[in-house]
């Protein structure tokens, strides 16, 4: 078996579906609720509620990688500039 077609059939690449809130091809507001709805579902459901899972995968597939860390830490600091409460 090849490398690509090993790594393939580890690996599924899934992108996030259409959002009808969202129908615009501007996604940063997208990534912004998806992130901000994660975290107010792993407060009021905990970190195995599996629909929580799915708001996390939107939020890696859609918002570039420093706003994530740039998030990250102003949650971290108490900075951030949205509420997280359930």
Known sequence: MSDA???SSKYV???VGFDARFPN???????FQNYTDYFKCV???????????????AYHSLCPN???????DQRDN???PASLEP
């Open 43 to 57: 407060a009021a459901k905990g970190d195995d509620f599996v629909p929580c899972k799915q708001f996390k995968k």
């Open 78 to 80: 108490g900075t951030f």
């Open 25 to 31: 091809t501007n996604q940063t507001r997208n990534c």
């Open 13 to 15: 690449i899934q992108t």
């Open 66 to 72: 420093e706003w994530i860390g740039k998030w990250d």
């Open 5 to 7: 077609a090993d790594l």
